[in-house]
């Protein structure tokens, strides 16, 4: 099993920034991607950003491209998300996941709440 720890989400200003953390721990050997989606109360998860373990590529939605950039901490085992020039609509909680063989999202943490004021 693997498990996921995200951290770093809260209340922001509208243009702010904030960076969000996750640790994966567990049975990581197999890691393909990481990644970040988020949801709002009514909607369905969305992707956000992704990025290979193997060689960084990294992938966005277009409504954050510009705006977010995730990496990771091969070591730590980490990956991070910042997020800069944030609006209103970037409002929701944000999962951390985690794709082991690059076919599809197998495990996900508890998700941080990320609200951006007007």
């Known amino acids: 099993q693997v498990q996921l720890a995200e951290s770093g989400g809260g209340l922001v200003q509208a243009g702010g920034s904030l960076r969000l953390s996750c640790a994966a721990s567990?049975?990581?050997?197999?890691?393909?991607?990481m990644g970040w989606f988020r949801q709002v109360p009514g909607k369905e998860r969305e992707f956000v950003a992704a990025i290979s373990w193997s060689d960084s590529r990294t992938s966005y939605a277009d409504s954050v491209k510009g705006r977010f950039t995730i990496s990771r901490d091969n070591a730590k085992k980490a990956v991070y998300l910042q997020m800069n020039s944030l609006k209103p609509e970037d409002t929701g909680v944000y999962y951390c996941?985690?794709?082991?063989?690059?076919?599809?999202?197998?495990?996900w943490g508890q998700g941080t709440q990320v609200t951006v004021s007007s």
């Open positions: 567990g049975r990581t050997f197999n890691t393909y991607r």
């Open positions: 996941a985690l794709d082991p063989y690059g076919s599809m999202w197998v495990y």
